[in-house]
């Protein structure tokens, strides 16, 4: 059967010019209304106008968003750390330093399918600056560590499985490698266990954490501060490491430690990778 294509009608080249002066006007910034027999129907929002929720074209949503490099480092090294397996699911979090306060991730959701605009900012208090979730339920550690450690940019909380499994044996990690003074002193403690997401949980890191980079926390996980959030991911795989190396030598006998000397000596070749923390706090 044949078809002959039907020119296009009056009435819809009408409907096209229609539609590209309304565009122009929109486009000059003016708030324009489509109507339909004399009621409105749709509105015309000019792109990265007030009114506008959508991004510019061509540049990702939520890219007008403060801050939105730090949102992106977070969401990036949050899937990484799943990635590489230093975290498992939803489980763990993290936060970034900013001007007045930390960006942190939201509660309970897939760092997959986390954007920017989930990021939540919150004060040093744990109250919601901007952001439309609900900060993670870690808010408080976060919060008490990060104020009391001017100079980390970020801190990473995961529950690894190797770091996990010392902290569920309420062991720290003693100076069985010389690497141990990656977390900034002679051992990496284990904080005493606290129900997740209260106060008493970030009185007892606090307390882990003094003069060190990083602690472990009893049946929960392990905690890392970095200089920034690269900084604090690697610190991160090489705990999680010792930790593997820490369990696989108990399970033939007890390892050697190193001397309080010996250890002096490597934090002091290490100066240059913790120079950036307050070895007092
Ligand atoms: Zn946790």
Redesign the pocket.
């Known amino acids: 059967m044949k078809h002959d294509r039907q020119p296009l009608s009056v009435n819809a080249t009408d409907a096209n010019q229609r539609f590209s002066r309304l565009l122009a006007e929109s486009e000059q910034g003016r708030d324009v209304v489509i109507t339909k027999r004399g009621r409105p129907v749709a509105r015309l929002v000019s792109i990265g106008s007030d009114a506008s929720t959508a991004a510019p074209l061509g540049v990702p949503a939520g890219s007008d968003v403060p801050d939105y490099d730090k949102r992106m480092a977070l969401i990036e090294t949050c899937r990484r750390m799943n990635a590489t397996g230093l975290n498992q699911g939803t ?1 763990g979090n993290a936060s970034i330093r900013v001007d007045d306060g930390l960006l942190i991730t939201p509660s309970g959701l897939d760092y997959d399918k986390t954007s920017p605009v989930d990021i939540v900012k919150i004060d040093w208090e744990g109250k919601v600056l901007r952001g439309h979730r609900p900060p993670s339920s ?1 808010w408080h550690f976060h919060c008490r560590v990060m104020a009391a450690k001017p100079k980390a940019g970020a801190l990473l ?1 995961t ?1 690894s499985i190797h770091a996990t499994t010392l902290a569920c044996l309420s062991r720290g990690i003693p100076p069985f490698h010389y690497m141990v003074a990656v977390a900034g002193g002679r051992d990496i403690r284990c904080a005493p266990y606290a129900t ?1 997401g209260t106060e008493k949980l970030a009185d007892a890191v606090l307390a882990a954490l003094e003069g060190r980079l990083a602690c472990l926390m009893e049946n ?2 392990m905690i890392v501060l970095g200089r920034d959030i690269e900084d604090a991911f690697k610190r991160a795989i090489e705990i999680e490491t010792l930790a593997n190396q820490y369990l696989k030598a108990l399970a033939v006998g007890m390892p050697k430690l190193l001397t309080v000397g010996e250890m002096d000596v490597v934090l002091e070749k290490f100066k240059n990778y913790s120079a950036w923390a307050d070895p007092k706090k």
Do not use: A, I, R
């Open positions: 489980s870690e909380h529950h997740f929960h996980g």
